[in-house]
């Protein structure tokens, strides 16, 4: 039979991450391979959600989203981006910030057209690229606190190069990127003309005093830059599939009618939930969800170097990747399998985080639990002591 997938689809793997979810439901163990987010989501926006639906709010949103939750973004990405972003031509909703980077690659990216990536990377940012049949190429971040060099951006540059994607607080490293790395990736983001995209989901997630910078914020590049974000983490609202972008307003309408082609909206109550916890939700609120995430970095890092798993101690993000290089098998998937099978706690192999393989290897454990699941999964994970 000739009837087979496309070339295009043939490039595209299932994520780890999915994989290792599946291994994990097999042996009824503790979940900590996908960011999946257990705690919980603030009243005020299950009661906006709520009322939204009971007022009638169910029907087709305009194809940049409710006015309401644009509004919203505009407000808080001045307050606390630094960004200012017109509510009625730069800001598009879209379903979640996976499917604003999509819609940006598309706008904008042509066939063949690289861009640069830092790894270890988010498995789904390089799968969108490959959709968009755009180009991935990488910086190798070096452990444990995952810094670059200047020269390392230079050297990645090419005549094929478009974009720079920048996710901070990054997945799976929990790098903040500094603002004088920031710096350096505006500078040749300038002299090369290329466009910014970034990935700021987890910006609220910052530990040990730390900053969220966006690189939209900085001198000349409010022009070249593609911010996206979203509150599926902030908001314990993962499933929602709520996200935005924000850019230029030429590129946000082509952005918006890509948008309406492959989603048509993101869901009208659910846009009205999260406008109202953006509006009522107070600095407390992200005062006490970073010391709360603080709390349970220091807890789950604490297992893993009891458990002879050496951590790189995140600086954001709700994740950790663990030094699994004494541990059992040839490939970190290996490895993963091995500490999912004498502890019952499933991570994600670096063969998801990395286009080739390491000569160190790591683990990626998520610690966005309720603090009843990560203390049995710190216990359990501590046993590893007893067998490496």
Same mark, same amino acid.
């Given at each position: 039979?000739?009837?087979?997938?496309?070339?295009? !689809?043939?490039?595209? &793997?299932?994520?780890?991450?999915?994989?290792?979810?599946?291994?994990?439901?097999?042996?009824?163990?503790?979940?900590?391979?996908?960011?999946?987010?257990?705690?919980? &989501?603030?009243?005020?926006? $299950?009661?906006?959600?709520?009322?939204?639906?009971?007022?009638?709010?169910?029907?087709?949103?305009? +194809?940049?989203?409710?006015?309401?939750?644009?509004?919203?973004?505009?407000?808080?990405?001045?307050?606390?981006?630094?960004?200012?972003?017109?509510?009625?031509?730069?800001?598009?909703?879209?379903?979640?910030?996976?499917?604003?980077? +999509?819609?940006?690659?598309?706008?904008?990216?042509?066939?063949?057209?690289?861009?640069?990536?830092?790894?270890?990377?988010?498995?789904?940012?390089?799968?969108?690229?490959?959709?968009?049949?755009?180009?991935?190429?990488?910086?190798?971040?070096?452990?444990?606190?995952?810094?670059?060099?200047?020269?390392?951006?230079?050297?990645?540059?090419?005549?094929?190069? $478009?974009?720079?994607?920048?996710?901070?607080?990054?997945?799976?490293?929990?790098?903040?990127?500094?603002?004088?790395?920031?710096?350096? @990736?505006?500078?040749? !983001?300038?002299?090369?003309?290329?466009?910014?995209?970034?990935?700021?989901?987890?910006? +609220?997630?910052?530990?040990?005093?730390?900053?969220?910078?966006?690189?939209?914020?900085?001198?000349?590049?409010?022009?070249?830059?593609?911010?996206?974000?979203?509150?599926?983490?902030?908001?314990?609202?993962?499933?929602? $599939? @709520?996200?935005?972008?924000?850019?230029?307003?030429?590129?946000?309408?082509?952005?918006?009618?890509?948008?309406?082609?492959? +989603?048509?909206?993101?869901?009208?109550?659910?846009?009205?939930?999260?406008?109202?916890? @953006?509006?009522?939700?107070?600095?407390?609120?992200?005062?006490?969800?970073?010391?709360?995430?603080?709390?349970? $970095?220091?807890?789950?890092?604490?297992?893993?170097?009891?458990?002879?798993?050496?951590?790189?101690?995140?600086?954001?993000?709700?994740?950790?990747?663990?030094? &699994?290089?004494?541990?059992?098998?040839?490939?970190?998937?290996?490895?993963?399998?091995?500490?999912?099978?004498?502890?019952?706690?499933?991570?994600?192999?670096?063969? !998801?985080?990395?286009?080739?393989?390491?000569?160190?290897?790591?683990?990626?454990?998520?610690? !966005?639990?309720?603090?009843?699941?990560?203390?049995?999964?710190?216990?359990?994970?501590?046993?590893?002591?007893?067998?490496?």
């Amino acid at each position: 039979m000739s009837l087979k997938i496309s070339r295009k !689809a043939e490039r595209i &793997v299932q994520s780890e991450i999915r994989a290792m979810f599946i291994e994990c439901a097999k042996v009824r163990g503790i979940n900590l391979s996908q960011g999946v987010c257990d705690t919980e &989501v603030p009243l005020s926006v $299950r009661d906006g959600a709520h009322k939204a639906i009971e007022d009638g709010i169910n029907s087709y949103t305009r +194809y940049d989203g409710r006015e309401e939750l644009r509004k919203a973004v505009a407000k808080k990405m001045l307050g606390y981006n630094g960004i200012t972003a017109d509510p009625e031509s730069e800001i598009i909703i879209s379903g979640g910030s996976t499917g604003a980077f +999509y819609c940006a690659c598309l706008a904008l990216l042509d066939p063949g057209d690289e861009v640069i990536v830092f790894e270890p990377y988010y498995g789904y940012h390089i799968n969108t690229l490959l959709a968009a049949e755009a180009s991935p190429s990488y910086i190798r971040l070096q452990p444990p606190d995952w810094s670059f060099q200047k020269k390392d951006l230079e050297a990645a540059i090419t005549k094929k190069t $478009r974009g720079i994607l920048v996710n901070t607080p990054a997945n799976p490293s929990g790098k903040v990127f500094s603002q004088a790395e920031l710096q350096w @990736i505006a500078e040749a !983001a300038r002299r090369h003309d290329l466009f910014v995209f970034t990935d700021e989901i987890y910006e +609220y997630f910052l530990y040990d005093g730390r900053r969220h910078v966006s690189p939209g914020s900085l001198p000349g590049m409010e022009d070249r830059t593609i911010t996206i974000s979203g509150f599926s983490k902030t908001f314990s609202i993962t499933g929602w $599939r @709520i996200g935005y972008s924000v850019s230029r307003a030429d590129w946000a309408q082509m952005i918006g009618y890509l948008n309406d082609l492959i +989603y048509v909206c993101a869901p009208a109550p659910l846009q009205i939930g999260v406008a109202q916890g @953006i509006l009522e939700l107070t600095p407390e609120y992200y005062r006490d969800l970073c010391h709360q995430y603080a709390m349970k $970095r220091d807890k789950i890092c604490g297992s893993l170097e009891k458990a002879g798993l050496k951590p790189c101690i995140p600086q954001g993000s709700y994740y950790v990747l663990a030094d &699994v290089t004494h541990v059992p098998g040839k490939t970190s998937k290996d490895k993963a399998m091995f500490v999912l099978s004498k502890t019952g706690v499933a991570g994600v192999p670096d063969e !998801a985080f990395f286009h080739k393989p390491l000569d160190s290897q790591f683990i990626r454990f998520c610690f !966005a639990k309720e603090d009843s699941e990560l203390d049995k999964a710190c216990r359990q994970l501590e046993k590893m002591s007893f067998l490496i």
